[in-house]
């Protein structure tokens, strides 16, 4: 199986935990942190909503440097919205992943600010890092959602709310 074929199976998979978990969120606690370090619920959902944009990022540039294209978040009121935010990001991660060659997958990648190199990897590294930040950042909002009790989707088998 190429490159391409098992991060677009793993891609599908995960979409369908990560819509799960953001159709969850009570949408009068989008301004609500657990601590006052950590993002704040509609930061995190649009953080995760967003994330499958680094898949095209990766297979379509060389480097992100910051200093050149600095971040600005989305301002989001609704789950509607933060859904069509990562059905956009999907769906241009999809058509890039299909479009892509895996012999780019070993090509080098470069995160940046200016002279400072936050993280080197390879094209396909990227990729994988992308999709274990998707996990990682739901992973958190579970427990964003835990605190605020709502009960937790499943993920990979049953949660303790869904069995």
């Not at 370090?37 to 680094?54: D, F, G, N, T």
């Not at 956009?88 to 895996?102: I, N, P, Q, S």
Request: net charge neutral; charged share 30%; with cysteine.
């Amino acid at each position: 199986m190429k490159m391409t074929e098992m991060f677009l199976k793993e891609m599908a998979q995960e979409a369908e935990t990560t819509r799960k978990m953001l159709s969850r969120i009570p949408e009068d606690k989008y301004d609500w942190k657990p601590h006052t370090k950590s993002m704040s619920v509609r930061q995190l959902a649009c953080h995760i909503a967003e994330l499958p944009e680094w898949v095209s990022m990766a297979i379509n540039s060389d480097e992100l440097d910051f200093a050149k294209i600095p971040y600005a978040p989305k301002e989001v009121k609704t789950n509607k919205e933060v859904l069509a935010i990562l059905e956009k990001a999907l769906a241009g991660a999809k058509t890039d992943l299909e479009k892509a060659k895996d012999d780019i997958m070993g090509k080098e990648w470069v995160m940046r600010s200016g002279k400072d190199i936050y993280y080197t990897a390879s094209k396909g590294d990227v990729i994988r890092m992308t999709f274990s930040q998707i996990v990682h950042h739901r992973a958190q909002m579970g427990v964003f959602l835990r605190l605020l009790n709502v009960p937790i989707p499943a993920s990979y088998g049953p949660s303790a709310d869904e069995h």
